[in-house]
């Protein structure tokens, strides 16, 4: 009898014995190797996993593999079709990559898939059509607008026969250069809508094993007991590592080593994340099954869950150093007679909860021992060259022993930073002298990875009548969790910014950040500014409206400019677009309505109120502080007349491949398809440092330029020399040069400086203005960004629903070098801004993880996705490459205020506590109105 499941997969008939418990998802991804079906959850939340199984959409991840039998599936390598051995996409994937749908890419194969499907039973959709069929198919990069209008384009190509029409709405840069300033495509944007792109669990080794943790899941005590006797004792288990067999320092961490590789026997657990031990196994399921048989005992410990009682006298102390990690001050001025001459003082406290990164892609380590001693380590992480530092460390060997590999990324937003299982793969694939794979699913990156701090932020501001503000005092708790991470810094940002993008003679910022038995906190888009900012711009509304004044005449009035004093003492010297943005933002939402502040409500429905909202905004670009911010990136021509150029700077879907490409192709004068990038891979490429703080384009932006002008000087003293002419009378121009009546060629250049020796390749490393630490004096940050939105809302008095309706958001980015990836950041930007206003919040309840699956964390869907109006604003920042500074993070700092603004002005509820509570809001209401 014949047990077979036979089905059609992209039009190949396929029979396979089946696997029980085996989903679709399992069967593409592990037997056929179809691995564009990406996996986000396992609990058809995020729809990446999303195929046709007889024209319908359907989400392989709780599909059982069994009932595919008969079935007819299609995967998204099926759309394009190859035609004399070039790729032909289909109209749905060319719309995406026109329009700058594709960020990360991991969720495109399931937007597309979904769309197609979509498509085929309605050929001429809606707006309202594309997003009830793509509600539950997520994108955290959240370029929503660019999807919804690549798949219009789609239609109406499918529908005319026409080609695929370009975006038209997305301005070039005003300051004029052959390359960089205008749109661009993403040079990995066609892999990722064909599902070739790679991401680390797309990767497969001979003899690979699988690895598990095993968590301690108590949020704190001792540990006393640990026997893994009966896990070693399991076939199928390779290997069993506990705190015993790490080979050299026990603690990792980015700024401080306070993390434990593994808790070992008489040790402190801090979260429920801490890893106990690790497993090495021959499949997945017998890792599990070994690490359920590991038996553990505490003596359990009292539970700190927040800062606040953190830093109460008597309560335990988490670290030996207690539980301060740091406490940040900031001093500008007298308070004293600051606040004595203030003509209205306002004192108001505010509180941001724990939010969570929820990139599309799970974290994922590979560890493959090479037969010369060395360790390769492939992962998805912002920071290789510090994964290399601290696998390093831990292992007791020299940096030279391992690689690290990064791979394409799913997502990051600064929760890829830190290391999650690239030490525990290196220990276990030393030991076993095989590859190690370690995936988290869904539920462990949940409960695991740090996320955005908790705060509880006061702010009191004292103003004159005429709404000049003097004197602004802050205090800010944040709750860093279990250990460091970047706790320090995220939280420097926090109470450095905390007065607003405002001039303020006198200012006083205290910031406790303390250790909690939570898990850790660190980078997240914002960098601690995005909690700051809700506080002081509404904080700046309040105080408008006590004023009786214009709360954009407020903010003018009081903006930040060139020559102005930040709250650190820092002289602005050029770059500051703050004014701009809010003419601008202003200028625009008049348009749309002559009174955007007063409520207006439905004719149709007089529970539904509408208003709109302000907020401004500034971000560091950098690191700053005082810490080196350093980049290198090397350029090479190669014989074929193209260039390549690297780094191991990080790109996680924010478009730091495609500002590297066009630069170097401006300052070559070649077509950007001449050149090709590397990057995050620590044998091949120089050190890009970190990518997080908004400081990529600026820094690694600024290694290509040097480098490739370098190599240019290069080839132009050469050619002089050769030619007796002087430099100066060397054009480049069109990917052609021109040496005194010659015509050469690229190739034709490297011909002649490998005949003269010369290798054509340089070495750049650029190095950022230096800047000083916070009370030192100087300038802490080298740049900032200015953004400024405004948000119109529409509030349910009977219910409190708020929605989203328009968003207008103005962003000082000193220059566009790509503006269709800009477009992206910023529809990025506020849609996250949305989400942490109004639906996220990752709840912890005494120490233990409650949001611990993706169906209890709400991402924002395309549901929710308002009109969206970027404005581009050009300051150029003289150290910047063509003036350029950073976006990623300040299309998303306002748009909280804004949100919560406009609801204040819609229905006079303040909002205090963020996400949203609209059942607060439906119930003030009805107790205002005495209901």
């Given at each position: ?28 991804r ?25 024209g ?38 060319e ?12 969720c ?13 039973r ?7 059509d ?19 209008n ?21 301005p070039?840069?005003?300051?004029e ?5 205008h749109?661009?495509l ?15 669990d ?15 899941m108590?949020?704190?005590g ?38 434990p590789?593994m ?6 657990v801090?979260?429920?994340?801490d ?7 021959e499949?997945?399921?017998i ?33 030996a150093k ?8 900031v ?19 505010f ?12 974290e ?22 510090q ?7 831990v ?52 409960l ?6 908790a705060?509880?932020?006061r702010?009191?501001?004292g ?48 910031c ?29 509304d309040?105080l ?19 020559g102005?004093v930040?709250?650190?003492?820092q ?14 933002v ?13 409520p ?24 700053g ?19 390549q ?7 996680l ?30 044998d091949?490429?120089p050190?890009?440092?970190p ?10 932006g600024?290694a ?24 100066e ?28 020796g ?39 008095k009977l ?7 328009k ?16 477009q ?6 506020v ?5 942490n ?17 993706l169906?209890?964390?709400r991402?924002?869907?395309i549901?929710l ?7 581009i ?5 003289a ?14 700092i ?38």
């Amino acid at each position: 009898m014949n047990n077979q499941i036979t089905f059609t997969v992209n039009g190949l008939q396929h029979s396979l014995d089946p696997i029980p418990g085996e989903t679709l998802s399992t069967l593409l991804r592990e037997r056929l190797r179809l691995t564009g079906t990406k996996i986000g959850c396992e609990e058809a939340e995020c729809g990446a996993c999303t195929v046709l199984v007889d024209g319908q959409p359907m989400m392989s991840c709780v599909y059982p593999a069994e009932r595919a039998h008969g079935k007819t599936i299609v995967t998204i390598e099926g759309l394009a079709q190859r035609v004399h051995e070039e790729m032909k996409l289909h109209p749905l994937q060319e719309a995406f990559v026109e329009h700058g749908a594709v960020q990360c890419g991991f969720c495109i194969p399931g937007q597309i898939m979904t769309a197609y499907a979509l498509l085929k039973r309605n050929p001429n959709p809606t707006q309202e059509d594309i997003r009830f069929a793509l509600k539950d198919t997520l994108c955290r990069c959240a370029g929503y607008p660019s999807i919804e209008n690549a798949i219009l384009a789609a239609a109406q190509a499918l529908r005319t026969g026409e080609p695929v029409q370009k975006p038209t709405h997305i301005p070039d840069s005003i300051h004029e250069h052959k390359t960089v300033g205008h749109s661009h495509l993403r040079p990995e944007a066609v892999e990722k809508v064909t599902g070739e792109a790679i991401y680390t669990d797309d990767l497969k080794f001979d003899g690979m094993l699988y690895a598990k943790a095993k968590r301690a899941m108590i949020p704190h005590g001792f540990l006393t007991r640990l026997d893994i006797s009966k896990a070693r004792e399991l076939p199928g288990v390779v290997a069993v590592l506990t705190a015993d067999d790490v080979p050299a320092e026990k603690n990792h961490g980015l700024v401080i080593f306070d993390w434990p590789v593994m808790v070992g026997i008489g040790e402190r657990v801090r979260y429920v994340g801490d890893a106990l031990a690790i497993v090495a196994a021959e499949t997945q399921d017998i890792a599990e099954q070994a690490i359920a048989l590991i038996e553990a005992e505490f003596d359990l410990q009292p539970v700190i869950t927040n800062p606040v009682q953190a830093r109460q006298e008597g309560v335990p102390q988490i670290h030996a150093k207690g539980n301060l990690l740091k406490h940040i001050k900031v001093r500008k001025g007298d308070m004293d007679a600051g606040f004595a001459a203030a003509d209205v003082i306002l004192e108001h406290t505010f509180h941001t909860p724990t939010t969570d990164h929820a990139f599309m892609e799970p974290e994922c380590s590979i560890g493959v021992p090479l037969p010369d001693g060395r360790m390769e380590i492939y992962v998805g992480s912002q920071i290789p060259s510090q994964d290399r530092t601290q696998v390093a460390r831990v292992m007791g060997w020299p940096e030279e022993r391992v690689r690290v590999v990064g791979q394409l990324m799913g997502g990051g937003f600064g929760g890829k930073e830190d290391v999650m299982g690239q030490i525990h793969v290196a220990m276990l694939a030393n030991v076993t002298q095989r590859p190690v794979k370690l995936l988290f699913d869904r539920r462990e990156s949940l409960l695991v990875h740090p996320k955005r701090h908790a705060t509880q932020i006061r702010v009191k501001v004292g103003a004159k009548q005429d709404g000049r503000i003097i004197a602004m005092e802050t205090e800010l708790y944040g709750d860093t969790g279990a250990y460091a991470s970047l706790g320090e810094k995220v939280m420097t940002r926090a109470t450095t910014h905390s007065a607003g993008p405002y001039v303020v003679p006198n200012v006083k910022a205290d910031c406790y950040a303390m250790y909690t038995n939570h898990p850790p906190s660190g980078a997240f888009r914002g960098f601690g500014v995005l909690q700051s900012a809700f506080a002081v711009e509404s904080a700046m509304d309040m105080l408008a409206e006590t004023l009786g004044m214009d709360r954009i005449e407020l903010r003018r009035m009081n903006a930040l400019h060139v020559g102005s004093v930040t709250n650190t003492g820092q002289v602005l010297r050029d770059s500051v677009g703050l004014t701009e943005c809010i003419d601008k933002v202003e200028a625009e939402m008049l348009k749309l309505e002559p009174h955007p502040f007063a409520p207006r409500v439905d004719s149709a429905n007089p529970n539904l109120v509408r208003a709109w909202g302000f907020a401004s905004a500034y971000k560091n670009t950098g690191l700053g502080g005082g810490a080196p911010d350093i980049s290198g990136a090397d350029v090479e021509l190669y014989a074929d007349g193209s260039f390549q150029v690297r780094s191991s700077a990080a790109e996680l879907g924010q478009g730091l491949v495609t500002v590297m490409r066009l630069t170097v192709a401006e300052e070559m004068a070649v077509a950007p398809e001449k050149v090709s990038v590397l990057v995050m891979d620590t044998d091949l490429t120089p050190n890009g440092g970190p990518t997080t703080a908004s400081r990529q384009t600026y820094v690694t932006g600024n290694a290509s330029r040097y480098a490739a002008r370098t190599l240019r000087d290069q080839i132009t003293a050469t050619m002089a020399e050769k030619y007796d002419v002087r430099p100066e009378q060397i054009r480049y121009e069109n990917g052609i040069v021109h040496v005194n009546g010659h015509s050469m060629s690229y190739a034709e250049i490297y011909k002649e400086m490998t005949a003269l020796g010369q290798q054509p390749k340089v070495r750049y490393e650029y190095e950022a203005p230096k800047t000083m630490p916070l009370g030192e004096g100087g300038d802490m940050h080298f740049a900032f960004s200015f953004g400024v939105q405004a948000a119109e809302v529409e509030v349910n008095k009977l219910t409190g629903e708020v929605r989203v309706l328009k968003v207008i958001s103005a962003n000082d980015v000193g220059m566009a070098v790509n503006p269709l990836g800009l477009q992206g950041q910023v529809e990025g930007g506020v849609m996250m801004g949305l989400g942490n206003c109004l639906t996220e919040e990752f709840i912890v309840e005494n120490g233990q993880v409650v949001t611990d699956h993706l169906a209890r964390y709400r991402v924002p869907g395309i549901m929710l996705t308002p009109e969206i109006t970027s404005i581009i604003v050009e300051h150029p920042t003289a150290e910047g490459p063509y003036g350029a500074k950073g976006v990623g993070e300040i299309s998303s700092i306002p748009t909280t205020p804004a949100i919560t603004n406009a609801i204040y002005n819609a229905v006079g509820v303040r909002i205090y506590k963020t996400p949203v509570d609209q059942e607060m809001i439906a119930r003030e209401l009805w107790e205002r109105e005495g209901k």
